[in-house]
């Protein structure tokens, strides 16, 4: 495929500096807890006091006056204190605690429904491994106990009867309800188309794809890739190296006419193509969807410029760029692009924004700012669909 970057020559480009424009018991334990404390003090005191006072007066008067006074006091005193302490603790401890665990689904609920292209997340605990089955047939076993949470994607449409099963023993029941697909998108992660370029690129254009299939997904489309090559769960590992050699070299290189054969072949309704540009000057930086164009310039789908009008508007909110332009292929660059042009469904192709710019390669780098990426390429689409 030819590079659109270095056909932007006569467009006024901004600076790569960011503007921001049924439940089981499981089993319990019981504690009691009785704490008696039983304190008796006895305290007497006993105080005997005795006086005795004793006097004796004798007056003798004779002729001649003799004065005899006598006084005895007699003071006896006796203090007995006596003090009794008795204290008696008595403790008696029961703790009665009950630390059952019950097994629980908190998602998904049942009744809900699905479409036949969603993952169906199962979150929920249990209180021991268990075993999950779909319609009689078991499907998972979870080995640990504890917190847990898996996916599953349905082959068939019409009610599921999930079941989950401890020791042989049915924990709980529900049934889920799985919709036929509305519609299929066939996503083009673009690159390399040929060998050895832009490989970088390649790789980030299959993260916000792996990203934008989930999320079309979850409103009914089936998707279909143009090239098969890095599994998921690979480019998701966290050891994987974006610019790493052994990475880079588990890409496929396809030619862009491949890749709308495969689009074709695939009875797709819809084409979005995931491209990143690159050029020389490391300040360009700004987001880019084009439409496919007549030679007289109208959109060869109708409705395909709305669609590019709101892809651009979404990504300029979501990448930190400076501007965005929203164009027909013919009109932009002076030719058509394959990917626009020889396929049979209405699509848009877009480049989100410049790896040459050093600062928004760092923040392509980022997980999490790919997935708002493709949130914005989903939301355009959801809007448009």
């Given at each position: ?138 499907f998972l076993t979870v080995a640990t106990a504890g917190a847990f949470s898996f996916t599953r994607e349905f082959s ?44 970088y690129a390649a790789i980030i254009n299959r993260k916000v794809a792996f990203y934008l299939e989930d999320l079309v ?169």
């Amino acid at each position: 495929m030819r590079y659109v970057a270095y056909l932007l020559a006569g467009v006024a480009l901004s600076g790569c500096t960011t503007q921001f424009p049924a439940l089981h018991d499981a089993g319990a334990t019981d504690t009691d807890t009785d704490t008696d404390t039983d304190t008796d003090t006895d305290t007497d005191t006993d105080t005997d006091t005795d006086t005795d006072t004793d006097t004796d007066t004798d007056t003798d008067t004779d002729s001649d006056t003799d004065t005899d006074t006598d006084t005895d006091t007699d003071t006896d005193t006796d203090t007995d204190i006596d003090t009794d302490t008795d204290t008696d603790t008595d403790t008696d401890t029961d703790t009665d605690t009950d630390t059952s665990v019950d097994f629980a689904l908190w998602t998904p609920g049942d009744g809900d429904h699905f479409y036949l292209a969603e993952q169906v997340a199962f979150t929920g605990t249990s209180p021991a491994p268990f075993a999950v089955q779909d319609d009689g047939i078991e499907f998972l076993t979870v080995a640990t106990a504890g917190a847990f949470s898996f996916t599953r994607e349905f082959s068939a449409v019409g009610a599921h009867v999930i079941t989950f099963w401890i020791d042989s023993v049915l924990e709980l029941s529900i049934t889920l309800n799985i919709d036929a697909n509305i519609g299929l998108v066939c996503i083009d992660p673009g690159h390399p188309h040929s060998a050895g370029s832009m490989l970088y690129a390649a790789i980030i254009n299959r993260k916000v794809a792996f990203y934008l299939e989930d999320l079309v997904a979850s409103i009914g489309y089936d998707t279909v890739f143009t090239v098969e090559d890095i599994t998921e769960a690979e480019i998701f590992d966290p050891t994987f190296d974006n610019d790493g050699a052994a990475e880079q070299a588990l890409l496929v290189t396809v030619p862009t006419a491949d890749r709308a054969i495969t689009c074709n072949g695939s009875g797709a309704d819809y084409m979005i193509s995931i491209q990143h540009n690159s050029v020389a000057d490391p300040a360009v930086n700004y987001s880019l969807v084009l439409w496919g164009e007549t030679p007289p310039g109208n959109p060869i789908y109708t409705g395909a410029d709305t669609w590019a009008v709101s892809a651009k508007n979404q990504l300029v909110v979501a990448m930190e760029v400076t501007t965005g332009y929203a164009s027909g292929d013919r009109t932009f660059l002076g030719y058509g692009l394959t990917m626009l042009q020889d396929t049979s469904m209405i699509g848009i192709e877009m480049w989100a924004s410049f790896i040459s710019c050093p600062e928004e390669k760092a923040r392509l780098d980022d997980n999490d700012y790919l997935l708002g990426e493709a949130q914005a390429i989903f939301t355009a689409f959801d809007l448009f669909e």
